[in-house]
């Protein structure tokens, strides 16, 4: 029954091949609400999974499973161009460090905020990309570079996005990779270590294909500011609730 | 393989020729401000920016939405721009039957970006659908023949292969090469940055690098074969010949695929053409290179990537292969070309990716049938948008839907041709504005003679800079203010204290034939202090390999100190930086030719003090145990006239061999021998100026600006330069007109010159009387502060010291005025009422402050350039942005005067105004980007980052504010007030300068004093015109001296 529940939680947290049904998911669905949904269901679905059964008799081949998913999505990263695409490769690249951190034996209030706090920048993601397509037709990087002197505010977001992507300071996602990296058998953090340094790639390219350089592509409308404040309110809480659990409060 | 030497010169002289459109590029410690398409010069103005345009990628012309701004500004002329439009509409009569001349203004003053859109699938049946909301046809427009057709014409023959490659495969090949080929020139051209030295490089470029390619271990894993490229040929051209031809480049297309090599990077190849040409220049003579070797290292890198490309990822390796493969896969080629290109559809750009990384056919097809109407569809509507768009705009929304397919067509096609020529259209209307407003300040007529002499006549630079500080003078006190060429039409090549080369001082059309030489007068000390030696200690230890390791631990904190003072209070910093270290000596110049007999006794001087210090090298001896006879006796000896033991033997007891082989050292070693010494004597016989040439070029100096009579007690001879710190640009916003260096030399040489008693009897000879106190006297203006200090005050004869502290008032209120009105354009927040002392304090602050990116505008703004007397522009605000040359026509009948002003400065003015010009319009293209992002390169250039291409051009911070252009890019007005007859045959006698006004490089009016026309030529005629009016200020007449009996 444990393995069952095991392999099943490989589809929700996803881990490579198992992780193709989410990403299939995530580039089928075209409604953005449904997709944010699946963004934050997907990976609590497997949370829950493996909070049922029991990861240690399996502990050294998931471990090393789930590194070599991180890896795995953290270079596809740098291959993709369409920004949902690269949101749901990030993910996939997240999730997996959550059965690292399952191994180390958090609390079940620890596992579902780290889960929260790493799913944070792809769902941010998910909104630059929605952001992108209204005004461009499509958020594929490369086609229309230099977005930073003509929609400064867009561009603003993109930047904050991408950085709580590469997993910087103060975004849930930094904080997260340390607690994960805490208890990580040497092999391990270098695995991570790595992935980390893959979204760091992955994240410049992506704000040097869309923010900086030269200007190019239609004339587009900014974001308001009104949505700008919003945005900007959802990173300050992200960012606080980060905090406050990696803090202890909660 | 060997090369026909036939065949070898006809490659030499076709990379000859295509370098022929790269301009020059100078090192930077001498910036020359130059027209980034000089080569393009014999072209009309229209024609080469659209050449331009094609070779460097570059726009010539503003973006319609800055003109935009700068209409709304009234920087620009609204009539003009009907006119203009007026005129473009008669020859589009289809655009007339539907109301063009509404349109056309409304598409230029309202419509940011173009109206016709790129349709590449599209047809004009589709625009007329879209536009008349008809469904939208779910046809593929073309074939998969008419596609691959298409992508051929995209890959003609002279496009390197690997641009294919990238657009098809998104390789980056061409990224990787420029990389390579940079790291080449950095390690070749250093000229004393780097700490290790590329090896051979006396061998010449391609020899060098060969040698060391060859057996570059790097190169090799990465799977570059180069060695089996060398293999082919010893020479460059040899190598160039084989890469063609394995390539499959037919032969007829060779020029245009090297024109393409060398553009794209035109920066290292400017430099490369124009360090293969110099004459004199050390690094060149030491370490050859030509573009034949940069060519020739570019073809081996590019043949050895492609190769590797192909070999790995199964592409195309040479024409052929590409041939097969478009024939063979055109669908996704096309896909391809569309995706890399950046042409594709955004809500097709996944689909088209993953399809073409799969490369199955039947999905391509698939694809390719979805795609393709998608396209046609999506081009049809976008163009159908844009016209509605701008009918709407105009006010008349049905215009473009009323029409029918033909006529829509028709009327696309001559909407296209409008925009394709409206950057001239813009120009032009910004050149009425300026025209207008400069015209209509001058003054025609002449104030009444003067009575007496002024306090002083001060000879300035005809830089736009010295326009502010000449108004200032002559505004406070009684000094009257000439324009002249800033090396006062004197070509000088300087042998600067300390320093072994030659610095040519004049415009870099000129070849100076006399040399001068600077010596210390020897009256202050030139021991090294402790200062001196711990800085140099430092210098040592940051160049050095390994030092920095434990440098940086050990004594990194002085550094720290140092960078605190700069940055925190760099004013004060500074001068406690003066006051420690020693200052440069006080110098002479060797001006007056030397006789034979006094070179041969300069020689013979010299070769004394070498004898001496080479007997305490090699003996130990000192000089007091040696007396001058021994030391004649050597010198004869060591140049063969003495046979014999010597006294210095007999004294010091050589045997006849050690004799000999001291004598043999002297020769070798010490160059003691008659063939250098020949050689010492004929570097001395260029040394200084004959008499009759010191006359002459006082003469034509005085003459040129109509300074003939009525000399005061000072004239002040003032050349100019810059001072910044941290600032590679520095050379930049020195004298132009002395080669990119400070003008002080030059005001010293002729000051020297005018100041002599010969010269002057000669010159009264000739009917220009120099009265007996009038003093010629140097001084530097300091552009960056507005501080004029006066030079070579120990010569100054003492009844004319009394008059120092007036003359030295004089020069600091109108430093002080100046700034204050500078101040306005480089922090226009300042309040204007600031008083000028504090004014100039923060003014002079930019002459010491390294983080200051903008010390001052420069030349920013030039727009004039005024060929006339002063009273023209006397009293009159030009705002810093007019070149002013004065000159009298009265005294110049033949027209010479005028000719050789039309040679030299107006043709550098125009260079500085094209550089301005296409540096402002096209940042990245034509200048040379942020300064943020710069590091000096091989001390001679600045790169952006760690790797780019030498940046030419002005960087944005000169020609830019807030990423706006803050230069009005417009081209040089001329101005010359002369008899119409006598200044068209001037210009007409000048073939270069004819050339450039025929073809529209130079704006050129005349305006003729006699009969008070105005004459301009447009559209290839001289045209007459009225003048336009405008309120001139009155000036109150300053005060005046007597004239000395």
Redesign the interface.
């Known amino acids: 029954m444990s393995g069952l529940l095991i392999i099943l939680a490989a589809f929700f947290l996803p881990l490579f091949p198992a992780s193709l049904v989410f990403n299939r998911l995530a580039a089928g669905i075209q409604n953005p609400l449904a997709r944010l949904a699946l963004f934050i269901v997907w990976p609590q679905i497997g949370v829950f999974l493996i909070l049922w059964g029991d990861l240690a008799p399996a502990g050294p081949v998931l471990a090393t499973w789930a590194t070599l998913s991180a890896i795995f999505y953290a270079f596809r990263m740098l291959t993709v161009?369409?920004v949902g695409?690269w949101a749901a490769m990030l993910a996939s690249s997240a999730w997996p460090l959550v059965w690292l951190f399952a191994m180390q034996g958090p609390t079940e209030a620890d596992l579902i905020a780290f889960t929260l706090a790493i799913t944070a920048a792809p769902v941010l993601m998910l909104l630059v990309r929605d952001a992108l397509a209204r005004r461009?037709?499509?958020a594929?990087t490369?086609?229309?570079g230099g977005l930073a002197?003509d929609l400064p505010r867009l561009s603003g977001v993109i930047v904050i996005a991408t950085l709580a992507a590469m997993a910087l300071p103060l975004f849930p996602g930094f904080f997260a990779l340390l607690a994960v990296l805490g208890g990580a058998t040497l092999g391990v953090a270098i695995g991570i270590l790595l992935t980390w340094l893959l979204w760091s790639w992955a994240g410049a390219r992506l704000l040097q294909a869309t923010v900086f350089g030269?200007r190019?592509g239609?004339?587009a409308a900014d974001l308001p500011v009104s949505t700008t404040w919003l945005v900007a309110g959802l990173v300050v809480v992200i960012v606080a609730a980060g905090l406050l659990w990696t803090g202890g409060a909660v | 393989m060997t090369l026909p030497l036939g065949r070898g010169l006809k490659i030499r002289s076709m990379v000859h020729m295509a370098a022929e459109p790269i301009p020059n590029f100078w090192p930077m410690r001498t910036f020359i401000h130059h027209n980034p398409l000089h080569g393009l010069e014999d072209l009309p103005f229209p024609d080469a920016v659209e050449q331009g345009e094609a070779l460097f990628h570059g726009r010539g012309f503003l973006p319609r939405a800055d003109y935009q701004r700068l209409l709304a500004e009234g920087r620009l002329d609204r009539d003009t721009i009907e006119e203009r439009v007026a005129e473009a509409l008669a020859e589009r009569p289809a655009l007339q039957e539907i109301g063009g001349q509404d349109l056309l203004c409304t598409l230029l003053t309202e419509r940011r970006e173009p109206v016709v859109t790129k349709r590449t699938v599209a047809d004009v049946h589709d625009v007329a659908g879209a536009l008349q909301g008809r469904p939208p046809s779910d046809q593929a427009p073309m074939d998969v023949e008419t596609l691959a057709d298409r992508l051929r014409g995209c890959f003609p023959a002279e496009r390197p292969l690997y641009e294919a490659l990238d657009l098809l495969f998104d390789t980056r090949i061409g990224e990787t090469l420029d990389e390579l080929l940079i790291k080449t020139c950095l390690d070749f051209f250093d000229e004393g940055q780097s700490a290790w030295k590329m090896p051979g490089r006396e061998q010449g470029l391609f020899t060098a690098w060969s040698a060391l390619a060859r057996r570059n271990l790097r190169l090799f894993l990465r799977g570059l074969h180069i060695k089996r490229i060398l293999v082919q040929s010893e020479t460059p051209e040899g190598i160039i010949a084989y890469i063609l031809d394995e390539l499959g480049i037919p032969e007829d297309v060779w020029q245009d695929l090297i024109v393409r090599e060398l553009t794209h990077m035109h920066g290292w190849a400017g430099f490369i053409r124009w360090r293969s040409t110099a004459s004199r220049y050390y690094w060149s003579e030491e370490y050859p290179a030509d573009l034949v070797d940069f060519l020739a290292i570019r073809l081996v890198l590019a043949l050895a990537l492609i190769r590797e490309h192909a070999r790995r990822q199964k592409m195309p390796g040479n024409r052929a292969e590409l041939e097969a493969l478009i024939t063979e896969r055109p669908a996704e080629c096309y896909l391809r070309h569309e995706l890399f290109t950046g042409g594709v559809l955004p809500t097709h750009a996944e689909a088209v990716e993953d399809v073409v990384a799969r490369g199955r056919p039947a999905e391509v097809a698939a694809v390719l049938a979805r795609y393709l109407p998608a396209k046609r569809r999506a081009e049809g509507e976008r163009q159908a948008l844009a016209l509605d768009d701008l009918a709407q705009l105009a006010g008349a929304p049905s215009t473009f839907r009323e029409l029918d397919e033909e006529r829509l067509a028709t009327v696309l096609d001559e909407l296209a041709a409008f925009e394709k020529r409206e950057g001239m259209l813009w120009l032009e209307a910004m050149e009425a504005t300026y025209r207008r407003s400069m015209l209509g300040k001058l003054r025609l007529t002449p104030p009444e003679p003067r009575e007496k002499r002024p306090f002083a006549q001060m000879l300035f630079c005809i830089d736009v800079r010295s326009e502010r500080i000449r108004r200032q003078l002559e505004t406070i006190g009684d000094y009257q203010t000439y324009g002249i060429a800033g090396f006062f039409g004197v070509p000088v090549s300087l042998i600067a204290l300390g320093k072994g080369s030659e610095d040519h001082l004049c415009p870099v059309v000129v070849t100076p034939k006399n040399l001068v030489l600077e010596v210390a007068t020897g009256a202050e000390k030139i021991d090294t202090d402790l200062y001196s030696s711990a800085e140099h200690l430092l210098h040592d230890l940051k160049h050095s390999v390994l030092s920095p390791y434990f440098t940086v631990e050990a004594i990194g904190l002085l550094f720290g100190f140092d960078m605190i003072g700069k940055t925190v209070a760099p004013s004060a910093y500074n001068r406690w930086r003066h006051k420690i270290e020693s200052g440069k000596p006080s110098t002479r110049l060797m001006v007056d030719k030397l006789t034979r007999e006094q070179a041969d006794s300069v020689v013979r001087a010299l070769q004394r003090v070498i004898i001496v210090r080479a007997i305490h090298q090699e003996f130990g001896i000192e000089r007091e145990s040696i007396t001058d006879a021994m030391i004649r006796e050597l010198r004869e000896a060591a140049m063969e006239n003495h046979v014999g033991q010597t006294a210095f033997a007999r004294d010091f007891a050589l045997s006849e061999s050690a004799e000999s082989k001291f004598i043999r050292t002297l020769q070798d070693d010490y160059r003691i021998n008659r063939s250098y010494a020949q050689m010492q004597l004929e570097r001395l016989g260029r040394i200084g100026f004959s008499l009759d040439e010191q006359t002459y070029f006082v003469a034509q100096a005085l003459r040129s600006i109509g300074l003939t009579e009525q000399f005061s007690r000072f004239v002040i001879l003032t050349g100019h330069g810059s001072q910044s710190d941290n600032n590679p640009y520095e050379s930049a916003l020195d004298c132009g007109a002395c080669g990119g260096s400070h003008g002080l030399v030059s005001a010293r040489v002729l000051a020297h010159m005018g100041n002599k008693p010969e010269v002057r009897r000669r010159l009264r000879e000739q009917g220009i009387d120099i009265p007996d106190d009038a003093w010629f006297l140097p001084a530097f203006h300091n552009t960056t502060s507005d501080e004029i200090r006066l030079h070579d005050l120990d010569l100054l004869p003492a009844s004319h010291l009394v008059y120092l502290e007036r003359l030295r008032n004089g020069l600091r209120a109108a430093m002080r005025r100046t700034a204050a009105e500078r101040l306005q354009t480089l922090e226009p927040e300042t309040d204007p009422t600031l008083d000028a002392v504090k004014a100039a304090r923060r003014i002079q602050r930019n002459t010491v402050d390294w983080t200051q990116v903008r010390p001052e505008w420069g030349l920013a703004r030039n727009a004039g350039f005024i060929i006339g007397r002063r009273h023209l522009t006397e009293a009159t605000d030009l705002a810093g942005r007019t070149f002013l040359q004065s000159y009298d026509y009265r005294v110049d009948p033949k027209g010479r005067l005028l000719e050789s002003i039309l040679t030299g400065p107006l043709v550098v003015g125009q260079w500085i105004n094209m550089e301005h010009y296409f540096s402002a319009v096209d940042n990245e293209h034509y200048g040379s980007g942020s300064k943020a992002y710069h590091n000096v390169a091989c001390r001679l250039g600045v790169i952006t980052g760690n790797l780019s291409d030498l940046r030419t051009g002005l960087p944005s911070q000169t020609v830019l504010f807030d990423g706006l252009p803050y230069h009005d890019p417009i081209r040089l007005l001329t101005v010359i007030e002369a008899p119409f007859e006598h200044a068209r045959t001037a210009i007409d006698g000048v073939s270069k300068v004819k050339s450039l006004v025929a073809n529209g490089w130079v704006l050129c009016v005349i305006l003729d004093p006699e009969t008070g026309r105005l004459h301009r030529f447009v559209d290839g005629e001289w045209r007459e015109e009225a003048l336009p009016s405008a309120d001139i200020e009155a000036t109150d007449q300053p005060d005046a001296e007597e004239i000395p009996a």
């Open positions: 161009r369409e695409r461009l037709e499509a594929y490369g086609l229309h002197r030269p190019s239609p004339i």
